[in-house]
Each structure stands twice: as structure tokens, then as C-alpha cells.
């Protein structure tokens, strides 16, 4: 699947807010969907870059032969959740806005983590 097939299949999910596609060593925006109203997807993306750096970091330091999976952060009004991609050439993440009101979560999970798989880059 391509970058932005993906990235249309993604909007679909119930709440999904906004979406991009995250160059995780450069922090580059490889592609976005959504966003608006105060919502800069691309600034939040490169922004985000950080946070899976910190956590993947700690785990180096704690010695922890594993990797981030995916990662969620719960707003009041949203959830942001940053998912790795399964190992590749150029490591990169998805990184999905959604409404709190109007998604479940557990069903956005599991659609990010299809098509993350089905992703070509």
C-alpha cells in the first residue's frame, strides 16, 4: 500500500482527527492528512519525533533488548498515538490524531497496526 493510500485509509477510522506519516531520523514529515483548526500536523510530527527518541533511548539505557510498538498519549479532547513501523531501511512512524469523544481505541489501534504493516515507503 502506498504512503497515500494509507494515509486515506487511515482518516477513515471513527475520530481520526489527522494523520502523518513521520521520518523518525530526521523528524520530517513524509506525508499528512487531516489537521486543521490548530492543528499543524506537520509540526506536531516533527514534534513527536522526540518523544519516541526519549523512549527509545530509555530503553537502551535500561538495557532492554526490545522496541517501542506503539506509543499513546491521552489529552482531555484526544488521543495521540505513535506507531513504529515494523523494521525497515528508513525507520519512520505513523502518528494519528483522534477525537476522545468519537473513537475507540482499541479498534484505531488495531487498523494503524494493518495498515502500518501493508505500508510501503
Known amino acids: 500500500m502506498d504512503i497515500n493510500t494509507a494515509l486515506k485509509e487511515i482518516m ?5 482527527l489527522g494523520v502523518a506519516l513521520v521520518d523518525y531520523e530526521t523528524g520530517m514529515c513524509l506525508g499528512s492528512m487531516g489537521g ?3 492543528l499543524d500536523m506537520e509540526l506536531a510530527a516533527a514534534a513527536s519525533t ?21 506509543m ?13 513501523l515494523p523494521s525497515r531501511e528508513n525507520p519512520a512512524f505513523l502518528y494519528l490524531i483522534l477525537d476522545r469523544e468519537r473513537a475507540n481505541l482499541a479498534l484505531a489501534r488495531h487498523h494503524l497496526r494493518r495498515i502500518g504493516n501493508e505500508l510501503v515507503i
Open 72 to 84: 499513546l498519549i491521552s489529552l482531555q479532547r484526544q488521543y495521540h498515538i505513535l506507531r513504529g
Open 50 to 70: 522526540e518523544v519516541v527518541r526519549a523512549k527509545a533511548q530509555t530503553l537502551v539505557a535500561l538495557g532492554m533488548d526490545d522496541q517501542v510498538e506503539d
Open 36 to 38: 486543521g483548526d490548530g
Open 12 to 16: 477513515t477510522i471513527d475520530g481520526a
